[in-house]
């Protein structure tokens, strides 16, 4: 299954790509944009919390999933702080044809990633939940590091394979 994975990951052209397609390049002014619940770790530091963002619109799933990705990795909002690690770069992200998501982040996820299970248990969901929650055709997620499969980030969640939403490491409500 692994190597099955890695093949269908490898086999998507853009996915290593960092560019959009010239298509979708718009003035800012009138690009379109959606409100996408993403998930930063909440001020007492032991949930998730929802917050409101506006993100560019795409027409695929897939581009979809990669700009609310970038938009989790911009700064948290007033208040909230980031569940991925400073220095963390999106490489890549491709959707199958099963409602899996595989996304590829360059190695500072896991070498910048302050350690404990709390901590790898935020960082993993708020990933997750990000896709989830706001793109209902994408079931579950799988975590890569530097485009290969990655056992963990910090030795206590298991990467091994997609991995569903769990709600239940977020407060509820948005801000």
């Known amino acids: 299954a692994r190597a099955w994975a890695a093949l269908r990951y490898w086999g998507c052209p853009a996915c290593g790509s960092s560019a959009p397609p010239a298509s979708a390049v718009k003035a800012p002014e009138a690009a379109r944009r959606i409100k996408a619940v993403l998930y930063y770790v909440s001020a007492d530091g032991r949930r998730l919390a929802a917050a409101e963002r506006d993100v560019l619109f795409a027409e ?12 989790l990795l911009e700064p948290a909002p007033e208040g909230l702080a980031s569940a991925i690690p400073p220095g ?14 595989y996304v590829d982040f360059s190695g500072s996820l896991r070498t910048n990633h302050p350690g404990g299970s ?13 896709i989830t929650a706001n793109l209902p055709a994408i079931t579950s997620v799988q975590i ?7 056992d963990t980030l910090a030795g ?13 490491w977020a407060e509820k409500g948005t801000t």
């Open 60 to 71: 695929s799933a897939s581009e979809q999933a990669r700009r609310i990705m970038e938009a």
């Open 88 to 101: 963390t770069e999106l490489r890549g992200l491709y959707v199958g044809g099963r409602g899996d998501a």
């Open 118 to 130: 709390a901590s790898e248990i935020l960082t993993v969901y708020a990933i997750v939940s990000a």
């Open 144 to 150: 890569l590091i530097e485009g290969h499969e990655v």
């Open 156 to 168: 206590h969640v298991d990467l091994r394979r997609p991995l569903p939403n769990a709600p239940q």
